[in-house]
């Protein structure tokens, strides 16, 4: 065979095997970042969490990891670059049109609920900007520690009536000390109070699940309506930090009335593995909050641990009390 028809053989190959290579990657898919890769890179992992968030409505579908969701989209996010630094948390959330939104349908008493958490799952805040008259929510903020925030936006746009959590990420300079969370937590001692746990949590299925609050032994019957009921709990999936809004059985609490020492909730985890789970609670006036880390085993039947039901997105959150 002459030089050229060498030549022209081995680029055939090439080609071939370059074609292979390109479908093999689109059969897989692209390899997602690590935990430590979105410490490090942080809005790095919204457009593949995104992906995972949508599955079609699931009923246990991940959410609140993506800027957009629903039509409506979180704008840039300012806050403090440095920790120690007095600012403040600034973002505006615009719809599909690109208008800046300015009407909302309040759920527990708020327009929107802001959660911030640091990446690893410490440095829970939860907390509840104000709104002017353009679109912006704004809120004093100080950070204390270092690191890769994620920061939710828990909205009802009064147009469609619908839940959506909105996220960005934002950067902390500093010296960065991160937090593990190895083993689970079902007791902890906050404030004075002890605050206890119980029920187990199964993926893709709603988990009944009953927190107990009392003090110095005693039972504390004297909790106090807060965002609409005694105690507002908030879960986070362990890695990426997939985020579950749930709240608790039973009516509405009016002002003046007390509750406890237990609430009931209704979980559902989107999948199998490690969550962390914060309550807030209010007695006399101070709202204290405590953390709990929780397993949730594989459902039945999912062999991949994600729920094959065909429900809203959005239906864990029980937002529309």
Do not use: C
């Not at 939860?126 to 994620?150: I, Q, S």
């Not at 997939?242 to 709240?247: K, M, Q, R, S, W």
């Amino acid at each position: 065979m002459s030089t050229i028809g060498k030549l022209i053989g081995y680029a055939a190959i090439l080609a071939v095997a370059l074609f292979g290579a390109f479908g093999i990657g689109n059969a897989v898919g692209p390899v997602g970042p690590t935990a430590d890769a979105e410490e490090q890179h942080g809005e790095g992992h919204d457009m593949a969490a995104d992906e995972h968030a949508g599955h079609g409505g699931d009923h246990a579908a991940a959410s609140g990891l993506a800027l957009d969701s629903g039509g409506y989209r979180l704008g840039q996010l300012s806050a403090p670059a440095d920790v120690g630094d007095e600012g403040e948390i600034a973002f505006t959330v615009f719809d599909q049109s690109g208008e800046a939104v300015t009407d909302f349908e309040v759920s527990h008493e708020q327009e929107l609920h802001l959660v911030v958490v640091r990446a690893d799952g410490s440095h829970f805040e939860h907390v509840h900007p104000e709104r002017d008259e353009n679109g912006e929510w704004t809120l004093p903020w100080t950070w204390d520690a270092a690191g890769t925030y994620r920061v939710y936006a828990d909205i009802v746009p009064a147009e469609t009536g619908e839940s959506l959590t909105l996220s960005s990420t934002v950067q902390v300079a500093g010296d960065y000390q991160p937090e593990s969370f190895d083993e689970t937590v079902t007791t902890v001692n906050v404030d004075g109070y002890e605050v206890s746990l119980d029920g187990e949590l199964t993926a893709g299925e709603d988990s009944p699940t009953t927190v107990s609050v009392s003090r110095d032994g005693e039972p504390v019957t004297e909790l106090e309506p807060y965002m609409g009921a005694f105690g507002h709990l908030t879960g986070l999936r362990h890695g990426d930090l997939a985020y579950l809004h749930v709240h608790p059985h039973g009516e509405e609490p009016q002002p003046g009335d007390e509750g406890g020492p237990e609430i009931e909730f209704e979980i559902t985890a989107p999948t199998e593995g490690r969550y962390l789970l914060y309550l807030d609670f209010q007695v006399d006036g101070q709202v204290h909050t405590a953390g709990f880390v929780v397993d949730a085993q594989p459902g039945s039947g999912h062999n991949d641990g994600e729920s094959g039901h065909d429900h809203e997105e959005g239906d864990s959150h029980d937002h529309g009390e």
